[in-house]
């Protein structure tokens, strides 16, 4: 089993930055490749950004890309989703997830364990 929480999350204007973090409880942390998916009301979950269990591949939703920096830190267990220029279509509940085995995956199905979610609110 691994427990995720997050933290991090808040109300930020138009262009500014948040970063995101998930701290990790339970296993080997880099055994498990980690993502980042969030939802907005009255729509699907989707994905937004991963690592392998290294950190050392990535991969990002077009609509994030160059705007998010998804990184982690084994030693610490945590995993931190750097965000800037934000946009009010950033707002959302943002979930941390992790995968059994280390390669990167975008679809949530492939993800075993969700943290709680922490808000995101950027406004215009």
């Known amino acids: 089993q691994v427990q995720l929480v997050e933290s991090g999350g808040g109300l930020v204007q138009t262009g500014g930055s948040l970063r995101l973090s998930c701290a990790a409880s339970?296993?080997?942390?880099?055994?498990?490749?980690m993502g980042w998916f969030r939802q907005a009301p009255g729509k699907e979950r989707e994905f937004v950004a991963a690592c392998s269990g290294s950190g050392r591949t990535t991969s990002y939703a077009d609509s994030v890309k160059g705007r998010f920096t998804i990184s982690r830190d084994n030693a610490k267990n945590t995993v931190f989703l750097q965000m800037n220029s934000l946009k009010p279509e950033d707002t959302a509940v943002y979930y941390c997830?992790?995968?059994?085995?280390?390669?990167?995956?975008?679809?949530?199905?492939?993800?075993?364990?969700w943290g709680q979610g922490t808000q995101v609110t950027v406004s215009s």
């Open positions: 997830a992790a995968k059994n085995g280390v390669v990167v995956a975008t679809t949530g199905r492939n993800y075993s364990y």
């Open positions: 339970g296993r080997t942390f880099s055994n498990y490749a």
